[in-house]
């Protein structure tokens, strides 16, 4: 994913890494507002399941060019029936992450 960003020895940007975080999902995915009971059943069971806050693995901090953070992590998700699943590759602002 970052063969191509050239890092400088003298001023990082970008700093690997593997580490559990918990992302805040109700900050990044808000809720529609629709009801519940107004949606069909297979949207329900079938449609992806986003939880107030996930578990998910940071694989990097990249700096921006204002001086912010962003960072990258993969995300597993799945269907709220479990019968699918994927992982989210997501760049987040650094306060949507924090340490397990």
Do not use: C, E
């Not at 700093?15 to 999902?25: C, G, K, N, S």
């Not at 449609?47 to 597993?76: E, F, H, N, T, Y």
């Amino acid at each position: 994913m970052f063969d191509s960003w050239i890092d400088s020895t003298d001023y990082r940007t970008l700093f690997l890494l593997d580490r559990q975080v918990r992302v805040d999902t109700a900050r990044l995915f808000p809720p529609t507002g629709i009801r519940k009971d107004d949606l069909p059943l297979w949207v329900k069971s079938a449609g992806l399941l986003v939880a107030p806050s996930m578990p998910a693995r940071q694989i990097a901090w990249l700096r921006k060019s204002d001086g912010g953070w962003v960072a990258a992590v993969a995300m597993p998700v799945r269907s709220a029936n479990g019968h699918s699943r994927l992982t989210m590759q997501l760049w987040l602002p650094a306060d949507a992450v924090s340490p397990l």
